[in-house]
């Protein structure tokens, strides 16, 4: 399952509120570089996730949510192709919250984003679809 959603969004929060297995890019960052906030090794941090996704099927593990943000195609086709050589079917979980509503939840949480960012991201998110190859596609909303 491939999260997609802006910061703010719920993500985590959903996902954590359902005790569902998640790989999160946050956590991630966090156990490869002791920072949480660490922007400068995605390449790290998402070669990472996609292992860990891999060797989770490799163990029989039916299900993994990916939690980060995934806004553009481009983001979410390595799932897409662990998929299909791994046979198992991927779905997209799409937060599908207004903009103001992530800025606002932004702002009242303890780590907060610069609001120029969650702007231009909200610019660059593309949403999932069936299209793209998802089997799919379920939509969070606010
Ligand atoms: N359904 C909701 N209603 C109101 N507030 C919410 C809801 N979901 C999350 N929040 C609040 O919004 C803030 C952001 O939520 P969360 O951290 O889950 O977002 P996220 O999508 O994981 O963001 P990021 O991509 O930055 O990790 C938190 O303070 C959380 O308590
Ligand atoms: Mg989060």
Same mark, same amino acid.
């Given at each position: 399952?491939?999260?997609?959603?802006l910061?703010g969004?719920?993500?985590?929060?959903?996902?954590?509120?359902?005790?569902?297995?998640?790989?999160?890019?946050?956590?991630?960052?966090?156990?490869?570089?002791?920072?949480?906030?660490?922007?400068?090794?995605?390449?790290?941090?998402?070669?990472?996730?996609?292992?860990?996704?891999?060797?989770?099927? #490799?163990? +029989? @593990?039916? $299900?993994?949510?990916?939690?980060?943000?995934?806004?553009?195609?481009?983001?979410? =086709? !390595?799932?897409?192709?662990?998929?299909?050589?791994?046979?198992?079917?991927?779905?997209?979980?799409?937060?599908?919250?207004?903009?103001?509503?992530?800025?606002?939840?932004?702002? #009242?949480? +303890? @780590?907060? $984003?610069?609001?120029?960012?969650?702007?231009?991201?909200?610019?660059?998110?593309? =949403? !999932?679809?069936?299209?793209?190859?998802?089997?799919?596609?379920?939509?969070?909303?606010a």
């Open positions: 399952m491939v999260c997609v959603g910061p969004s719920g993500k985590s929060t959903w996902l954590a509120r359902r005790g569902l297995p998640t790989i999160s890019s946050d956590a991630m960052r966090q156990m490869l570089a002791d920072d949480i906030t660490n922007q400068d090794i995605h390449r790290q941090v998402f070669h990472a996730v996609r292992y860990m996704v891999r060797e989770r099927l #490799k163990l +029989g @593990r039916p $299900v993994t949510y990916v939690d980060a943000t995934h806004l553009t195609p481009s983001e979410r =086709k !390595p799932y897409l192709e662990i998929g299909r050589n791994d046979g198992c079917r991927v779905e997209a979980l799409f937060f599908d919250v207004p903009v103001e509503v992530c800025q606002k939840r932004n702002r #009242k949480r +303890g @780590r907060v $984003v610069p609001p120029e960012v969650i702007e231009r991201m909200a610019a660059k998110l593309v =949403k !999932p679809t069936r299209r793209e190859g998802f089997f799919k596609v379920t939509a969070v909303r």
